[in-house]
Nanobody, 122 residues
């Protein structure tokens, strides 16, 4: 089955940048779309960005401008670049695949990673 593993989280200073990665593994080639969500303590899960199996990228309005999503077709890895990090970006970031629904930010996903912690602090 499909397995998603996030990496790249850690401590970053305010104003700094950080790149997260989501690696996909498994015997099948389905579910090649990918989305990034985050959840901070006391808050509900928030959609960040999405990239389709064909490379079409989309961003949530609240995240547009400070996040960049990209893919590595050969390694089947998707990246999320956080620019100009703010303390509000502190959260657990999750990778998901296999969306089904009309809107990617509200869709259900077949697979989820375990999450990677991002902490923005001096």
């Amino acid at each position: 089955q499909v397995q998603l593993v996030e990496s790249g989280g850690g401590l970053v200073q305010p104003g700094g940048s950080l790149t997260l990665s989501c690696a996909r593994s498994g015997p099948f080639t389905s579910y090649n779309d990918r989305a990034w969500f985050r959840q901070a303590p006391g808050k509900e899960r928030e959609a960040i960005s999405y990239i389709s199996s064909t490379g079409l990228a989309a961003y949530a309005a609240s995240a547009r401008g400070r996040f960049t999503i990209s893919s590595d077709g050969i390694k089947d890895t998707v990246h999320l670049r956080i620019h100009s990090a703010k303390s509000e970006d502190t959260a657990v970031y999750y990778c998901a695949a296999g969306a089904y629904g009309s809107s990617w930010w509200e869709a259900k996903y077949a697979y989820w990673g375990q999450g990677t912690q991002v902490t923005v602090s001096s």
